[in-house]
């Protein structure tokens, strides 16, 4: 497993809102203020060090989904960079119609082979990320809820929003639960798994992100072609529990707690 697709096709809606109590660098500014995530310069742009870790994961054969406006995302990775450890190649999602309909435009890249997915404004634990690639079905990382409450970036009231995941006994993913109410938080057994778009995905996902029907919100989401896979593919999807956490880079009061995070992370391409 070598392939990763990378998830950065977003209109970056929560970046471009501005925060007047958020101190950032006229560049820093400039790029929050198109949306695109995955350029925010802390050292260097924060997606250098995603792909970092996925060089030392053992990933090789990267794919970034982009809009058809990302043109600077296109030039820096696509032109710009010289990789030692990577290549990069390129899918455009036509219109910002969701997740799944996202991974969808990845099928060319991926074909038959199993392949990572993972967002571009998150920064993953290098061990996550391969513990992914020693599974031998499509599955996904769970992160405990714990550990992202005492080590993320992430605001609590925030984290208390993210979906988690019930698994069955043997730690096959069972469905994932969009918004859990309190009560439902208390009553899962512990460690509880939050899910963050961490997956290994076969061939059989494109199916399901062609076949699911829109949420409430009118997008194709990631997590309803997931549950299509599973019910009506029958497909296995394993779970590994991570206790590191992850960071977030969705809007400008994230960027001084990354920067500060990643201060000192060498950028190996």
Known sequence: MKKAVILAGGLGTRMRRDNAQTTLNERQTQVADSGVKALIPLDRP????????????????ICLVIGPQHDDLRHYYGQTLSYQRLSMDFAVQAEPLGTANAVFAAQDFA??????????????????????RCLNNPGLVLFD???MLNYSNIDPDRLSKFAVVQTHPNTTMKRI??????????????????????????????????????????????PDAVQYDIDVHDQTYQTVLSE???LDLSSREDIQSMTTRLAGTAVHL
């Open 111 to 132: 074909g038959e082979d199993p392949f990572l997915v993972i967002n571009s404004d998150n920064y993953y634990p290098v061990s996550a990320l391969a513990k992914l």
């Open 145 to 147: 809820r714990n550990a």
């Open 46 to 61: 924060f997606l250098d060090y995603v792909l970092t870790a996925l060089a030392d994961a053992g990933y090789c054969r």
């Open 177 to 222: 639960i969009e918004k859990p109410e309190a009560e439902l938080l208390d009553r899962l057994p512990q460690p509880v798994g939050i899910s963050m778009n961490c997956w290994r995905f076969s061939a059989s996902i494109f199916t399901a992100c062609g076949a699911i029907a829109p949420s409430k919100r009118g997008e194709l989401e990631l």
């Open 244 to 246: 590191e956490p992850v």
